[in-house]
């Protein structure tokens, strides 16, 4: 018969534990901690102020109300804020979640301020200031408003013009289109429709510059863009373009675009065609004076507004204007852009926040269209640089000393005719 095997009862405790720390041996008596003897317990092991439980002290956090918790404890309970790293609990401290999702301390909280639009708290740095002066937008509301402020680049509203008392409704009228970079375009645009208004001018979005916006005024006479009153109005929206941190001349981007009304040069498709021509023809000729007068480096010129290459014909003026008119109208990226059609757009000069070089180009242009609409092609084409100052100083309306002064300051006046290439100059 085979000999069977004693089995210990598995209800008998036995006499000693061994510590799996310090490996030594302990009675179950003694010991709090499974497996633990009561000097390692004592030592690497704590008690969570919340659940009561006992867990590694490695594995327990102290947060600033001076409580140990566990892990679990500390996830269901305490926030690190994300400004100072430290960890609070929830009921003992007052804090606030941004919207990206952290949770900052109210020691902290200081630095983060509300959006007046949605409500959600941001960095300080993150917001923008709005129409007032206590008023701060998040990048997402102030797009949002900015967006019925800056239109796209395809918005093209009724034009409004502004004439001065008496003038004839065919009389010249000029359309500025300004573009700026940098800064806060929908704050830039709010400051300057604050003060110019939105039948004077508006904003639209243009890809070509990096983080801007393209003013664009309504349709306006010289006398009225030159007088006190329109002088003022431009020094008050350049000061708020300023003031949004815009800048125009000193970037990369920056053009000033005029356009004159096509109207002014006749109503006939010929008389509108030998305009063309002889602006053409003009600018071709005198174009490195125009590229000093104009400020743009000679790659933004031959990027963005080119030499016009003018053919010659022998058939007489008006078959040189028809052909002339049926080739520019291929490019619009010269300096003579002829593609609209209700207009002639000189695109040459460089961008400027300074309301005196502004008022000088508006007077340049004025002065060149009364010379060109004056003046024959042949008369045209035996104009000096300086007779073509001149003629055009005689013709500019009232209020336009700031272009002979730029003339003067420039070397384009009272000297031999400038030559070389076009380099940045002052704005």
């Not at 700026?180 to 001018?201: F, K, Q």
């Not at 300096?335 to 059609?341: K, M, P, R, T």
């Amino acid at each position: 018969m085979p000999r069977r095997r004693y089995v210990p009862p598995s209800d008998i405790e036995p006499l000693f534990h061994f510590c799996r720390h310090c490996g030594g041996n302990y009675t179950p008596q003694e010991g709090g901690v499974e497996g633990v003897c009561p000097e390692c317990a004592q030592r690497l092991y704590t008690r969570c102020d919340e659940c009561g439980a006992t867990v590694p002290a490695a594995d327990a956090r102290r947060p600033s109300s001076g409580r140990t918790l566990c892990r679990e404890c500390v996830e269901r309970l305490c926030y690190t804020c994300r400004e100072c790293g430290e960890l609070h609990e929830r009921a003992s401290t007052d804090f606030l979640v941004d919207a990206y999702g952290q949770t900052v301390c109210s020691s902290c909280w200081d630095g983060w301020d509300a959006c007046s639009e949605c409500g959600e708290y941001f960095p300080a740095d993150d917001l923008e200031e709005g129409e007032d002066a206590d008023e701060h937008l998040c990048r997402r509301c102030a797009a949002r408003r900015g967006s019925r402020l800056i239109h796209p680049y395809s918005y093209k509203p009724e034009p409004i013009f502004h004439r001065a008392d008496g003038e004839d409704a065919n009389a010249l009228a000029l359309g500025i289109e300004l573009e700026m970079d940098g800064g806060s375009p929908e704050r830039a645009a709010r400051g300057i429709l604050a003060v110019a208004g939105s039948d004077y001018l508006y904003f639209k979005r243009d890809s070509s510059l990096d983080d801007g916006v393209e003013l664009v005024t309504h349709p306006m006479s010289p006398a009225t863009l030159l007088s006190p009153e329109g002088k003022a109005l431009w020094r008050s929206i350049c000061a708020a373009a300023e003031d949004a941190g815009m800048r125009s001349h000193d970037t990369r981007t920056c053009g000033l675009h005029v356009h004159v009304s096509r109207a002014y040069f006749g109503q006939s498709p010929t008389a509108q065609a030998l305009a063309e021509y002889k602006m053409l023809a003009l600018v071709d000729r005198l174009f490195e004076p125009l590229a000093i007068f104009s400020r743009r480096r000679r790659e933004q010129l031959n990027r963005w507004a080119r030499r016009p290459d003018t053919p010659q014909g022998n058939e007489g003026w008006i078959a040189t204007a028809r052909l002339v008119h049926r080739t520019a109208r291929h490019d619009r990226y010269q300096a003579v852009n002829i593609q609209n059609e209700a207009t002639i757009e000189l695109r040459m000069f460089r961008g400027t926040l300074r309301p005196e070089t502004l008022f000088a180009t508006f007077a340049l242009v004025a002065g060149m269209c009364a010379v060109v609409r004056g003046l024959t092609p042949g008369q045209l084409e035996r104009l000096t640089w300086y007779a073509l100052c001149d003629e055009i100083l005689e013709r500019c309306p009232e209020g336009a000393g700031e272009l002979a002064a730029y003339l003067a300051d420039r070397g384009l006046a009272n000297a031999a005719p400038p030559t070389g290439t076009a380099t940045a100059m002052g704005a």
